[in-house]
């Protein structure tokens, strides 16, 4: 399979405690973003990365939200303190640059829920 | 401020009909739109899009129309099938002008298609 992969599929925290989310994208795509999902919303855009360049943010990533992308491959969405707001669906998605009118591949997403 | 609006929440059609969904939205500095298709645990995924330079989109069943004046875009599915019911979101993004191209997407649409 060669879509868009997310680890874990789900997670479940208590308060108060980090956890880490890691997403594997389409090889070729050099453009990877992070949304976030919460019941009766489309998802909402929090980070975006260009190879492993951090190039936008959202508003809605506090600093307790930290991303990565080392070596422009896999990328890994750490939230710290988790709180129960944070209890949403987690989904990555990857494209091509270079070409404007291109869609995004998403992966299944993580569940995480914060007790 | 919902940039991108899916005023309907659900729909319901017969199978063999037509199914219309539809989105508005308020920037106009969207220029490219897609629409989504999301299944209960799965991630959402790309059905069909249009570029503000066209007016119709056509794939096989599905049938994007794009009114820029109205700022109104419609789905069409033809014939629907029980297969296609999910949550549909439609999403816009800036294309160029140094915008990295992250997805506004709306609330969704459920469409039940019966038998």
């Known amino acids: 399979d060669t879509g868009v992969s997310q680890d874990p599929r789900h997670k479940i925290t208590k308060r108060g405690q980090n956890v880490t989310f890691r997403c594997d994208p389409i090889s070729e795509h050099n453009r990877l973003y992070w949304y976030r999902q919460t019941l009766g919303q489309g998802p909402e855009f929090l980070t975006y990365f260009q190879n492993e360049a951090q190039l936008e943010k959202s508003r809605l990533l506090s600093d307790r939200f930290s991303a990565e992308r080392p070596k422009g491959s896999f990328s890994t969405l750490e939230i710290q303190r988790t709180e129960q707001g944070d209890s949403a669906m987690y989904l990555c998605a990857s494209s091509l640059a270079g070409y404007s009118y291109n869609e995004q591949f998403f992966g299944p997403g993580t569940r995480l829920t914060v007790l | 401020d919902q940039q991108v609006k899916q005023n309907s929440p659900s729909l319901s059609v017969q199978e063999g009909r037509i199914s219309i969904l539809n989105c508005d939205y308020t920037?106009?500095?969207?220029?490219?739109f897609l629409w989504y298709k999301k299944y209960p645990a799965e991630g959402p995924t790309f059905l069909i899009s249009i570029s503000s330079i066209k007016d119709k989109n056509e794939d096989g069943r599905f049938t994007v129309f794009l009114n820029k004046s109205a700022k109104h875009l419609s789905l069409h599915i033809v014939p629907s099938q029980p297969g296609d019911s999910a949550v549909y979101f439609c999403?816009?993004?800036?294309?160029?002008?140094?915008?990295?191209?992250?997805?506004?997407f709306g609330k969704g649409t459920k469409l039940s298609v019966k038998p």
């Open positions: 999403a816009a993004r800036k294309v160029g002008g140094g915008s990295q191209g992250n997805l506004i």
């Open positions: 920037n106009s500095m969207f220029d490219y």
